[in-house]
T-cell receptor, first 114, second 115 residues
Framework: DGGITQSPKYLFRKEGQNVTLSCEQN?????MYWYRQDPGQGLRLIYYSQIVNDFQKGDIAEGYSVSREKKESFPLTVTSAQKNPTAFYLC?????????????FGPGTRLTVT | AQSVTQLDSQVPVFEEAPVELRCNYSSSVSVYLFWYVQYPNQGLQLLLK??????LVESINGFEAEFNKSQTSFHLRKPSVHISDTAEYFC?????????????FGQGTTLQVKP
């Protein structure tokens, strides 16, 4: 089955620790995206990548980092610099960043930092 | 800058009643419009989209949305809802000229279908 996988589904960390969220897709999509979802605020874009070995900051990139070394993988690291990391994180992909394509979403990872 | 406003944060409705979820966007350029649905603790699923052509678009499960350029709206409607339609619904817009593929999302509307 083609799709986007995110792991783990639930993640718990202590404050001050960095944590990496996994996102893998086997759809052969060029573009990948990371969003953060908080209640009542919709989805906000953290980082995006239009092609392998390239990525750009989104609207709320502070305290986060990404890499795109392989086409199918776009991991997100939540660093200790992120002031309020507890949230639901969603990864998405699209065949291309150009054109009328929609984004396809993974199941999400719920991160809780205490 | 583009923005999307979903005018209702929660919409309670009885089963088999009609429903409308409202979405307005601001953009000075041509846009693509999307409605996504999210069930609890899951990712988003595309419900329907407007790219061009007919302003009325339909989904396979009975939802429809109409693109109104003059009112910059893309309201979602269903003539008769089911319990299983209970979910959160997101409206999103993308500039037609965008080369980043960035979507701008509304805040979401929770549809609560009561028996």
């Amino acid at each position: 089955d083609g799709g986007i996988t995110q792991s783990p589904k639930y993640l718990f960390r202590k404050e001050g620790q960095n944590v990496t969220l996994s996102c893998e897709q086997n759809l052969n999509h060029d573009a990948m995206y990371w969003y953060r979802q908080d209640p009542g605020q919709g989805l906000r874009l953290i980082y995006y990548s239009q092609i392998v070995n390239d990525f750009q900051k989104g609207d709320i990139a502070e305290g986060y980092s990404v890499s795109r070394e392989k086409k199918e993988s776009f991991p997100l690291t939540v660093t200790s610099a992120q002031k309020n990391p507890t949230a639901f994180y969603l990864c998405a992909s699209s065949p291309s960043s150009i054109g009328s394509y929609e984004q396809y979403f993974g199941p999400g990872t719920r991160l809780t930092v205490t | 800058a583009q923005s999307v406003t979903q005018l209702d944060s929660q919409v309670p409705v009885f089963e088999e009643a009609p429903v409308e979820l409202r979405c307005n966007y601001s953009s000075s350029v041509s846009v693509y419009l999307f409605w996504y649905v999210q069930y609890p603790n899951q990712g988003l699923q595309l419900l329907l989209k407007y790219l061009s052509g007919s302003t009325l678009v339909e989904s396979i499960n009975g939802f429809e949305a109409e693109f109104n350029k003059s009112q910059t709206s893309f309201h979602l409607r269903k003539p008769s809802v089911h319990i299983s339609d209970t979910a959160e619904y997101f409206c999103a817009v993308r500039a037609g000229s965008s080369n980043t593929g960035k979507l701008i999302f509304g805040q979401g509307t929770t549809l609560q279908v009561k028996p």
